[in-house]
């Protein structure tokens, strides 16, 4: 039962990464793919029906996480304050962001609010990369079980550690490229003329990048956390993920050259999900990683709730992300096609 | 400094409240737009489609503040309240996850449908949407309230490893009647918020002499639904509410009432301030009898007072608490007969005319506003000092190893972006008000 709700928590976080993962990578590329204001609405356009369900992936995967491993949420949601509240005040800004700039027709107005959604989103994807980084690298939790990060000490990733060293900034240009990998792909597939063009150039540079950090990021992290690449060689199912990350990183290239863009978008999908779901493999059990002491650690043995209450949260779950995902079927194939701007002042 | 507990409630206070006078407005405009929406399809009324659309776009700009401030609120209980998150995580998480996936997918697939979607969906097409508006936040209203009656009234719950608590019975835990009574009360006043900002809207328009069709749609909704939300609000779902506090937490309605000692022929309080120190209230106007009516049924029920409860289970600010509740009944009954008279003018025909009483609408939509935060501060500060009634303190709640210097500088930080939010906010509404309502032709879209 504990494995499974740790599958479960991984799924929704991996889902959350590459839903949210295109909006936010799509954000982080607005004023680069998009230049007049009919083009930045066909951005808006593209993401605008799905960026609020997308995010709801969050807080679907952080109540599970809730209910399932309430010690490990409890401890790192207060462990890690600070960043956490940045985090929520680039959310607002960049919610706000893209449900406000339709409604005024001025150009003042509206770039204002294309620079808060191009920096809020590009701070996101920095913050959600920190944050895997803090995970990958662990955290100083006591015997208590609580812990307690400052932004950042000296960078040194050794104690005593912050949120910021050289492997969690490493880990967030990572993720940043990444998501904007997976933007590009998004925008070339639903979007047409000049932002086309542009996205799908985009998608070809941002995954060759993605391509060369790749084996750095992966070569730092085994010499950092030699127990993660133990775990990788001895675990099929993580060689099964890491394939399909592969596969799908290369059909970025194939599919993106023969013009196939949703393929392509599918692909980067494979590649960011792949990689997450296998980090996850990689991990198991552990949920909070101590760094000097592992038994410390809050495992997804140790930190779990009780296994009636978790087969209780079995029935709705079964029930509710079935029909998460059929609404997310619905709103695709409601929205399918090229997104446009529409005429002014309606739509995004 | 003052103690950390102090500033993690104050801006867990603050963000709630803030955060709460939007999804107050588009839970109940939500059912408002579905019938507006119903009465323009079965009568065949474009003018009925127009004043749906006018507030669907409000509801629209009220949503995504709803939103970016919620997602706030969902992260707090981790952050600022650790240690009540972990003990009782397994359980109030259940609720607050069944709110992401029943809830906000709902809410958030069909939104921009909603409000884009009138042109591609068709009439009926666009009924169907703004129904699975409705029908979301409703149902988010309920997770949240279940997670509230929880800490209120804790049922449903078996304790497990290291003492957390987790669920053991679901059914005991999700139909709480708690929840039960705190729902309908809740969603009501809701309605009653909605039912007084449309008709101030209309009010508007008819001292302006503009749009005088959606003027008087906006008036007779507006005032039929006050009426009708305003008088459920106070009786039964209020007075049963009343019961439950004075069954369960018989210390936290002495202290609402400022009732220092107990006995029967219980008076209620009119008007008043309580003084803790002497144990009394100064300058007081009070019906006898009234109070033991109201929670228990009959003249001569015994209603204990603060002195039968020892001091270290008193809530902890008793004069906001009076305060509070106070303001809330005091409104709640002022809002009845305001509804009363201007639908006797409407059913009259006289409302459109009567300048007196459209001033009088036009500038009252704050009431329910005030009336819902107090209500809901009565409800916070009644269950003070426990965080889970009977259970786990407040001053025991809090994430231990966050300290008052961290808090101050995210709650500054939040007054902050709160204040410009709340500017924004009020021109865009402001300018959607001075713009108003379009008609066009079925299918046509919106806003020129």
New interface residues.
């Given amino acids: 039962m504990v494995e499974v709700w740790y599958g479960i928590i991984a799924l929704m976080l991996t889902l959350y990464v590459v839903m949210d993962g295109f909006d936010l990578g799509a954000g982080a590329l607005h004023l680069l793919v998009a230049h007049t204001n009919d083009e930045r609405r066909q951005v808006l356009s593209a993401i605008g029906p799905y960026w609020d369900a997308n995010e709801v992936w969050l807080i679907a995967a952080g109540g599970a996480l809730f209910v399932a491993f309430p010690a490990v949420l409890a401890s790192g949601l207060s462990g890690f304050y600070f960043a956490l509240f940045l985090v929520l005040w680039c959310l607002i800004l960049r919610g706000v962001a893209i449900e406000f700039r339709g409604h005024v027709q001025n150009d003042l107005w509206r770039e204002f609010w294309d620079r808060g959604f191009s920096a809020g989103s590009i701070l996101l994807g920095i913050f959600f990369g920190v944050a895997l980084g803090n995970l990958l690298r662990g955290v100083p939790l006591e015997s208590s079980g609580w812990f307690a990060l400052t932004l950042f000490t000296d960078f040194s990733a050794r104690p005593p550690i912050g949120i910021l060293d050289w492997y969690t900034i490493l880990v967030a240009v990572f993720a940043l490229i990444a998501l904007m990998g997976h933007g590009a792909a998004f925008l070339a597939w639903k979007t047409a003329g000049a932002v086309h063009e542009r996205s799908t150039r985009l998608t070809w540079r941002l995954y060759l990048l993605i391509g060369a950090l790749w084996p750095v990021l992966t070569v730092v992290t085994s010499i950092m956390q030699p127990a993660m690449w133990h775990a990788f060689l001895s675990r099929p199912l993580a060689w099964l993920l890491g394939a399909g990350s592969l596969a799908g990183f290369s059909g970025v290239f194939v599919f993106t050259r023969r013009g196939r863009h949703l393929s392509a978008f599918l692909g980067s999908t494979a590649f960011l999900g792949g990689l997450m779901l296998a980090t996850a493999v990689c991990l198991f059990p552990v949920m909070l990683r101590s760094v000097d002491n592992a038994a410390l650690s809050l495992t997804a043995y140790n930190a779990s709730t009780d296994a009636r209450g978790l087969q209780i949260a079995l029935y709705w779950w079964a029930i509710g992300f079935p029909l998460a995902v059929l609404y997310f079927v619905v709103i695709f194939r409601l929205h399918r096609g090229k997104a446009t701007a529409a005429g002014e002042g309606e739509g995004y | 400094m003052a103690d950390p507990v102090f500033w993690h409630r104050l801006q867990f206070a603050f963000t709630i409240v803030f955060h709460y006078l939007f999804p107050v407005l588009t839970m109940g405009l939500a059912l408002l737009i579905v019938i507006m929406k119903a009465i323009g399809l079965a009568r065949d009324d474009l003018r009925w489609d127009a004043a749906a659309r006018f507030w669907i776009r409000i509801f629209?700009?009220t949503f995504?503040?709803g939103?970016?401030?919620g997602?706030?609120m969902?992260?707090q209980?981790?952050?600022?309240w650790?240690?009540f998150?972990?003990?009782?995580?397994?359980?109030?998480?259940?609720t607050?996850?069944?709110?992401?996936?029943?809830a906000?997918?709902?809410e958030?697939?069909?939104?921009?449908?909603l409000i884009?979607?009138e042109k591609?969906l068709g009439r009926r097409g666009h009924f169907a949407v703004a129904i699975a508006l409705f029908a979301g936040s409703w149902l988010s209203g309920y997770f949240i309230i279940a997670t509230n009656a929880f800490m209120q009234r804790p049922v449903g719950f078996?304790v497990?490893?290291?003492g957390?608590l987790?669920?053991?019975d679901?059914a005991a835990f999700l139909l709480n009647p708690w929840a039960l009574a705190q729902y309908a009360h809740n969603m009501i006043s809701a309605v009653v918020t909605a039912s007084f900002v449309v008709a101030s809207v209309g009010a508007y328009y008819a001292l302006q002499r503009v749009h005088a069709d959606q003027a008087q749609i906006f008036l007779r909704i507006g005032t039929i639904a006050g009426l009708v939300s305003s008088l459920l609000v106070a009786f039964p779902t209020g007075d049963t509410q009343a019961k439950l506090v004075a069954r369960y937490q018989p210390v936290a309605l002495a202290a609402m009432e400022g009732r220092f000692t107990s006995g029967g022929m219980a008076e209620l309080n009119i008007i008043g301030q309580p003084n803790v120190q002497a144990q009394r209230l100064d300058n007081p106007i009070r019906i006898p009898g009234a109070l033991s009516f109201l929670a228990y049924g009959t003249f001569h029920s015994n209603v204990r007072g603060l002195n039968e409860f020892p001091e270290q289970n008193w809530p902890n600010n008793i004069e906001l608490l009076y305060y509070a509740f106070h303001l809330m009944a005091g409104l709640g009954t002022i809002m009845i007969a305001i509804m009363a008279l201007a639908s006797l003018l409407l059913w009259r025909d006289r409302l459109m005319h009567s300048r007196k009483m459209l001033w009088v609408l036009m500038l009252t939509f704050p009431f329910p506003y005030i009336a819902v935060i107090t209500g809901w501060m009565t409800a916070e500060l009644g269950r003070q000092p426990w965080l889970i009634y009977g259970l786990l303190r407040t001053a025991d709640g809090a994430?231990?190893?966050?300290h008052s210097g961290?808090v101050l500088?995210?709650l500054i930080?939040f007054g902050g972006?709160y204040f410009v939010?709340g500017v924004?906010y009020l021109f865009?509404v402001g300018?959607e008000i001075v713009h108003g309502p379009v008609m066009t032709t079925i299918g046509e879209?919106?806003?020129?």
């Fill in positions: 629209g700009i995504a503040v939103v970016v401030t997602v706030p969902e992260f209980f981790g952050t600022n650790a240690a998150s972990r003990y009782a995580g397994s359980v109030i998480g259940n607050l996850a069944m709110e992401g996936l029943f906000f997918f709902l958030s697939s069909f939104l921009s449908l884009f979607g591609r078996a497990g490893p290291g957390s987790y669920v053991a679901f994430s231990p190893q966050v961290t500088f995210t930080g972006i939010l924004l865009l300018r879209p919106s806003h020129g």
